[in-house]
């Protein structure tokens, strides 16, 4: 993985008190190759030496650190990923049959509502919005 990502990373843990451990590292590069959210079973299926309440700990560890974001999926497995700030700016595709998260690059063109969407709301609520995720429900290609 790209080495300033790493040094990203390190200094969040840092920031929070924490090192960057071993297993936290092996976490990092699971995430940063899969390119969709994955699940804590999916983690331990491609990292066999970790145990379950290691991989819970050390997650909950680098989502505080802001290193990783949470995401609910379609089934009772909350998925993870790199923060968005880490990796650019994304939405996610949640199937309501298998439970998968991909993700998914709005167009640009989509983008912009969004934008323009969320100053109608600030006009009309006075809620000042800083950010946006958009998660669509459905079926995945496999389980349509
Ligand atoms: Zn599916
Ligand atoms: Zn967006």
């Known amino acids: ?16 008190g924490q090192r960057y451990t071993l297993n936290r590292r092996a976490l990092v590069d699971i995430l940063a190759a899969s390119g969709r959210p994955v699940s804590i079973p999916e983690i331990l299926v491609s990292r066999h030496r970790l145990a379950q309440s290691s991989a819970y700990r050390n997650l ?11 995401v609910e999926g379609g089934d009772e497995f909350a998925r993870y990923e790199l923060a968005e700030d ?5 939405h996610h595709l ?12 709005a167009p640009t063109r989509l983008e912009r509502t969004v934008d323009r969407v969320m ?5 009309s609520t006075g809620f000042t919005s800083k950010a946006h995720s958009l998660r669509l429900v459905g079926l995945c290609r496999s389980c349509a």
């Open 60 to 70: 909950t560890v680098l989502e505080q650190a802001r290193v990783v974001r949470r």
């Open 1 to 16: 993985m790209a080495e300033d990502l790493q040094a990203t990373v390190a200094a969040r843990l840092r920031r929070t």
């Open 119 to 123: 100053a109608d709301v600030a006009a």
């Open 94 to 105: 949640v199937c309501s049959s298998c439970g998968a998260v991909q993700d998914f690059t």
């Open 86 to 90: 880490l990796t650019g700016h994304h």
